[in-house]
């Protein structure tokens, strides 16, 4: 179920994605068709970096106070987002916000991260704007504003219609419905429910993260 989910959410951004290159709208950002795009997914509660047909695809359900899913960008970000570049690997980000309490913290960095996808914003700089998010926690406080979130969208490479509508505040998801979302894929996966998780699309499982090598040895066996 988690398979046939997933690819279904990869082949409707790919058709988006061809659609997208081969016109232009009135006004509007167009993607770079030699650079991986970053999309919303299907079902409204991921994003989707990278190019679909890639052969490795991963999802990674995170939180923006989590110190664990800081401690993965900090260890595998840019790794991830070389291999997101070659086209080699795609990846959902599935955000979750179980560790607001009192306060709209990992509401608000969520919401940003549906803003900064689309035409306009590559995967690579999606995945800068991911790595600075959660480079730069503050836990137990209230979070970046508006304009620190846009301004780190910005020197991120995000798009420029992007960066403003994130400055703004404006909503890009509805995080409740997101969030309810993402907890019963992720409990679908692992009955714990912990964060980060990352699991392997391609192969219908989860992934070792605590395991040093475990991204590489996902691209070896997705390469065959």
């Not at 990846?91 to 306009?120: C, E, K, Q």
């Not at 404006?170 to 409990?187: K, S």
């Amino acid at each position: 179920m988690r398979l046939s989910r997933g690819l279904g959410a990869l082949l409707a951004a790919a058709m988006l994605t061809a659609a997208g290159c081969s016109q232009v709208v009135d006004g509007s950002a167009q993607p770079d068709p030699n650079k991986p795009p970053s999309e919303i997914t299907e079902d409204g509660s991921g994003i989707l970096i990278g190019f679909p047909e890639a052969t490795a695809r991963i999802e990674v359900f995170t939180e923006p106070q989590c110190p664990h899913c800081a401690q993965l960008q900090h260890d595998f970000g840019e790794e991830m987002a070389s291999y997101v570049n070659l086209g080699q690997l795609a990846i959902t980000y599935r955000p979750m916000t179980f560790l607001d309490d009192g306060t709209d913290y990992s509401a608000r960095v969520s919401n940003a991260l549906f803003l900064a996808a689309g035409p306009g914003t590559d995967g690579v700089a999606f995945q800068a704007f991911v790595e600075d998010l959660w480079g730069h926690q503050d836990q137990g406080g209230d979070g970046p504003s508006d304009e620190e979130l846009a301004d780190m969208a910005r020197e991120s490479g995000v798009g420029s219609e992007q960066v403003a509508k994130i400055a703004a505040g404006e909503q890009g998801v509805d995080v409740v419905e997101m969030a309810d979302q993402n907890t019963g894929f992720l409990m679908d996966i692992d009955s714990y429910g912990g964060t980060p998780t990352v699991y392997d699309l391609a192969g219908d499982e989860k992934v070792d993260i605590y395991d040093n090598n475990w991204l590489s040895k996902l691209m070896s066996k997705a390469k065959g």
